[in-house]
């Protein structure tokens, strides 16, 4: 672009665009033919065009410009900044350029870096152009050129600008034809006799552009970059992707379209597990979101926060509770948790949450309570009273004895019996608190005797208090004058056997044998002739 280029050049180019930039994102075949074949036109820029008034250049229907940035022998242009920001603010994609003085790919390297630092407060959404054509250059050999041009390109392509190469036809025709980044020929000329990767296309340096004073350098557009080089967004590059915000390369976390997502130091979308200062994240194998909420990985359920944050502990979604393990990478409890609280369970055939009320689990009844703790011992619920073993908290059916004595739950559904029921064909009371009665008791319907060697109600002869007394096969205890064995008995109020006794029944005079039988008193005229006979039994 230097002032004795434009003086040697004198021609047009045109040609066939066939060769991606190397390093770049494919973008397939591009043409430059003739003018016919562009999509837009240009100028480039520098000191010696003086001030630009940039929105009669934009009038003029100029859609792109290239502005040169400085050099290492010169520094900053000092028309770069009115330049760059003119530019942007008329609508014109900007790109830069730097003159080049490299020799070396480490001094081409540091050029880059130093294009970068001048670069950095303004926006550049075009490409990034290195200028090889100085003297300096000619004696070099053609590896020497490609790994400068290399070392510069591949600087400014891993800080996510668009590099590009610029020198004239002649330059590489013969010295860079293995140039693979895109190439911006210049050739003062009808037509373009170079082929390779030709991007733009400096046709002549006699350019009369409205808002230029005098003649400015004029260039053709055959390589559309829309796609390559975006204000925001995600790009693929190299087989990786990169985020752009305000047409910058990000690297760390991004916010975009209501998720996050982490770029890498060298600007690359991370997927997987991530782990930084604030916390572990799982990013997306397909997109790179950030997982948030319930996820299954790799055969694991994992819980994650809004922000993406991997969490340990107990998780409330909804109404259901959750345990996801601190021991086990805080991965989702499926089955049995202990902790000071007590004992829970999580449900493992379905979505592993928290089980509360009456559960069947192993073919085992267990009851939980409201906040998942696991019960045990006597609890009491609308359908009655259970007691739940609490050493293993599975419901207990069946007898089971506790300091208060002993009790009968049911078989059914293990509720605590209360009243008189029959178990394996014997007869039992339980007392309103379910502990089994013993010994005597009364009942609504009358009096009874349970055996308090074992609870089972009597029936027949039985001796109370040393009171004997008989149960009917009902069990109930008999008063008053009763017949067993075709016998008459004699019982009083309270059940008890009769013996040596005179009694008065319905006004008629008996006595009782020693062995309780009742027997009626009958008189003759006199004394001694009285005689027993059996009472009638009602």
Request: net charge negative; charged share 20%; aromatic share 14%.
């Amino acid at each position: 672009m230097r002032k004795q280029w434009k003086r040697v050049l004198g021609r047009f180019c045109a040609g066939l665009l066939t060769v991606a930039m190397l390093g770049m994102v494919p973008a397939g075949e591009v043409s430059a033919v003739t003018s016919n074949g562009a999509i837009a036109q240009g100028i480039d820029v520098s000191k010696h065009n003086g001030a630009v008034n940039w929105g009669q250049v934009a009038a003029s229907g100029m859609k792109f410009t290239f502005i040169k940035v400085g050099s290492t022998n010169s520094g900053v242009d000092p028309q770069f900044v009115a330049n760059i920001t003119g530019a942007q603010a008329a609508g014109l994609k900007t790109g830069v350029y730097l003159y080049s003085y490299a020799t070396t790919p480490e001094q081409a390297a540091n050029e880059a870096n130093l294009v970068l630092q001048w670069i950095a407060p303004y926006t550049v959404n075009f490409p990034i152009v290195f200028d090889i054509e100085d003297s300096c250059h000619k004696g070099l050999s053609n590896q020497q050129l490609i790994d400068i041009v290399n070392a510069f390109c591949s600087v400014i392509d891993a800080a996510g600008y668009y590099p590009m190469v610029y020198s004239n036809r002649n330059m590489f025709v013969d010295k860079m034809a293995n140039a693979g980044w895109d190439k911006w020929v210049a050739q003062y000329n009808s037509n373009c006799d170079y082929n390779n990767n030709v991007c733009f296309w400096q046709y002549s340096s006699q350019g009369n552009v409205s808002g230029v004073g005098g003649r400015v350098d004029v260039n053709y557009q055959y390589k559309d970059y829309s796609q390559l080089i975006i204000p925001e967004g995600f790009i693929e590059h190299n087989g990786n992707v990169r985020f752009y915000s305000n047409w910058k390369m990000q690297k760390g976390w991004v916010a975009y379209n209501d998720t996050k997502y982490f770029l890498d130091g060298a600007g690359n979308l991370v997927r997987g597990w991530l782990t930084d200062q604030t916390g572990e994240y799982y990013l997306s194998p397909q997109d790179g979101s950030i997982a948030r909420g319930q996820c299954r990985i790799d055969g694991g359920d994992y819980y994650f926060t809004a922000d993406g944050i991997k969490t340990a502990g107990w998780v409330n979604i909804g109404e259901a509770k959750y345990f996801y393990d601190p021991t086990s990478n805080g991965t989702m409890k499926r089955d049995w948790l202990s902790d000071d609280k007590g004992n829970f369970y999580f449900f493992d055939r379905t979505d592993g949450h928290m089980l509360t009320g009456g559960q069947v689990i192993d073919n085992v009844e267990y009851l939980f309570s409201p906040d998942g703790v696991r019960q045990h011992g006597w609890v009491s619920l609308e359908n009655g009273t259970f007691y739940y073993d609490p050493s293993t908290g599975g419901k207990v059916k069946g007898f089971l004895d506790d300091a208060k004595g002993r009790h009968y739950l049911s078989p059914d559904d293990g509720h605590m019996v209360t009243g008189a029921i029959v178990i394996d064909k014997q007869n039992y009371f339980f007392n309103a608190e379910g502990i089994m009665a013993t010994g005597r008791v009364e009942r609504e319907d009358g009096s009874y005797y349970y055996d308090p060697a074992n609870g089972q109600m009597v029936t027949g002869w039985f001796t109370a208090a040393d009171k004997t007394c008989y149960a009917d096969a009902s069990g109930h205890i008999v008063t008053g004058v009763y017949e067993i064995d075709k016998q008459p008995y004699y019982f009083d109020a309270t059940g008890a056997l009769v013996r040596n006794q005179a009694i008065e029944i319905n006004g008629a005079a008996y006595v009782t044998t020693p062995d309780g039988i009742l027997t009626e008193v009958v008189e003759d005229a006199s004394p001694e002739n009285t005689v027993a006979a059996a009472p009638s039994v009602a």
